[in-house]
């Protein structure tokens, strides 16, 4: 796939590169693809590349002292996986949907980087971005209700999709949820009861409508917005 018909050209972290850089990056990347289920990196192993999602969704998991599994971040399309300048993964990351990912080798792409402001500047606004929404997610988890916190999920995707596609927010809306409702409620701090209680809640209420158990869709923007605390979530945690 040529850069400029890639789905994710203007929310990955080539978005405000020239057309002479398109060119090298093209040289330089390649594509790997995973099923569901399967792992990408290990947590403290070497991770000689760095990539972005180009369709699909990954999770990002740390391993507790006594050996639970704990989901501390997303990855969705246009997200970034690695860091430059290091070559050890700091999360396990896993496939939870078919996923490609456009990768680069560590060496081309940090020399790269250090001639080419474009990526660099991009680079800098996505982790500030992440820091941003690493700031609304310990809100979410600490202080909302159960009910809230399934709202700003539900809204969290419907604005990533959004931003994607470059369309309005508002309105009907239909989103694919990432995760399994079990993964939900890993990562929303709840039980799976209690997701399956308030995603019906919902649903009964008008606030959703459910087709199958990941695709939802949303019949005003703007009321479920009013039911995760009245606020409008951030961008999305990596």
């Known amino acids: 796939m040529k850069c400029e018909q890639c789905p994710v050209r203007h929310r990955a972290v ?3 590169s020239e057309w002479d850089d398109l060119g090298q990056l093209e040289s330089m990347k390649f594509y790997r ?12 192993d070497r991770m000689d590349f760095v990539a972005s999602v180009v369709s699909g969704a990954a ?21 970034f996986l690695g860091r430059p300048g290091r070559e050890t993964a ?13 990768c680069f080798r560590h ?11 474009q990526i660099a500047h991009r680079l800098l ?6 820091l941003d929404a690493a700031r609304d997610w310990m809100l979410l988890l600490g202080r909302k209700l159960a009910r809230e916190k399934i709202a700003s999920f539900l809204l969290i995707i419907a604005k990533r999709k959004a931003a994607l596609h470059n369309s309005q927010l508002g309105g009907r809306m239909e989103v694919e949820l990432p995760l399994s409702r079990a ?7 709840l039980t799976l009861e209690t997701v399956s209680r308030q995603i019906s809640a919902l649903n009964r209420e008008g606030m959703i409508e459910l087709t199958d158990n990941r695709l939802v869709i949303l019949p005003d923007f703007g009321l479920l917005a009013n039911e995760a605390g009245g606020d409008s979530p951030g961008v999305w945690i990596i």
Request: net charge negative; hydrophobic share 40%.
């Open 90 to 102: 700091a999360f396990n990351a896993a496939a939870v949907s078919k996923l490609v990912l456009c």
């Open 59 to 79: 999770t990002l998991t740390r391993i507790t002292e006594d050996g639970r599994a704990q989901i501390v971040g997303l990855l969705l399309p246009g997200d």
């Open 33 to 44: 693809s995973f099923e569901p289920g399967q792992l990408i990196t290990c947590e403290g």
């Open 14 to 16: 080539c978005a405000q």
């Open 183 to 189: 993964a939900m409620a890993d990562y929303l701090g």
């Open 125 to 130: 606004q996505m982790s500030l971005d992440e």
């Open 107 to 117: 060496k081309p792409f940090n020399e790269m980087m250090q001639k080419t402001p």
